[in-house]
T-cell receptor, first 112, second 111 residues
Framework: SQQGEEDPQALSIQEGENATMNCSYK?????LQWYRQNSGRGLVHLIL?????REKHSGRLRVTLDTSKKSSSLLITASRAADTASYFC????????????FGQGTRLTINP | DGGITQSPKYLFRKEGQNVTLSCEQN?????MYWYRQDPGQGLRLIYY???????QKGDIAEGYSVSREKKESFPLTVTSAQKNPTAFYLC??????????FGPGTRLTVT
């Protein structure tokens, strides 16, 4: 079962611009996490935001969470070529096992 | 160095053979996970384990088996019953309710 859906599926911008990716989910969550994956590699954790939080920052990354709309956004400011990757949101449900449910990802390309 | 390792990076097998993928972590994490990723897709959970000697099926467990005899190790066996085994397999570990740390992945090709 797929909980999160990222939007857009692909995004191409110029270096220096900001990139915004969105994630929608279907059921209540304990937390939502964003990951980055470079081609053919494992995933790297970026940010975890809990259901009682609305916004978190980490360097050039800003994540928001709107539990009433069941949506989250990831903003990357001042993008760099090295930000080119696929970005996934994943949710952890409030009860039961601590397993992540991933969306299909947004493929971000930063053009130099 | 602390981290999570998977071996081998590439694996080739003939159809009908079982194959075991290795996953080891020295992060002292209780929970470990196996995911499958197909081209252009997200990750799907195969099996997960929250404690030694215990594991649960994920969303696509059919054709796979696991064991968790040690906290550090969570090997995945892809059996001949798995109809489409060619994929990228990712292992991860975490503390409970925390972010997951992923290994570099094993790309399995079955012909």
């Amino acid at each position: 079962s797929q909980q999160g859906e990222e939007d857009p599926q692909a995004l191409s911008i110029q270096e220096g611009e900001n990139a915004t990716m969105n994630c929608s989910y279907k059921t209540s969550i304990n937390n939502l996490q964003w990951y980055r994956q470079n081609s053919g590699r494992g995933l790297v954790h970026l940010i975890l935001i809990r259901s009682n939080e609305r916004e978190k920052h980490s360097g050039r990354l800003r994540v928001t969470l709107d539990t009433s709309k069941k949506s989250s956004s990831l903003l990357i400011t001042a993008s760099r070529a090295a930000d080119t990757a696929s970005y996934f949101c994943a949710t952890v449900l409030p009860q039961g096992a601590q397993k992540l449910v991933f969306g299909q990802g947004t493929r971000l390309t930063i053009n130099p | 160095d602390g981290g999570i390792t998977q071996s081998p990076k590439y694996l080739f097998r003939k159809e009908g053979q079982n194959v075991t993928l290795s996953c080891e972590q020295n992060l002292n994490h209780d929970a470990m996970y196996w995911y499958r990723q197909d081209p252009g897709q997200g990750l799907r959970l195969i099996y997960y384990s929250q404690i030694v000697n215990d594991f649960q099926k994920g969303d696509i467990a059919e054709g796979y088996s696991v064991s968790r005899e040690k906290k550090e190790s969570f090997p995945l066996t892809v059996t001949s019953a798995q109809k489409n085994p060619t994929a990228f397999y990712l292992c991860a570990s975490s503390i409970l309710n925390g972010e997951q740390y992923f290994g570099p992945g094993t790309r399995l090709t079955v012909t």
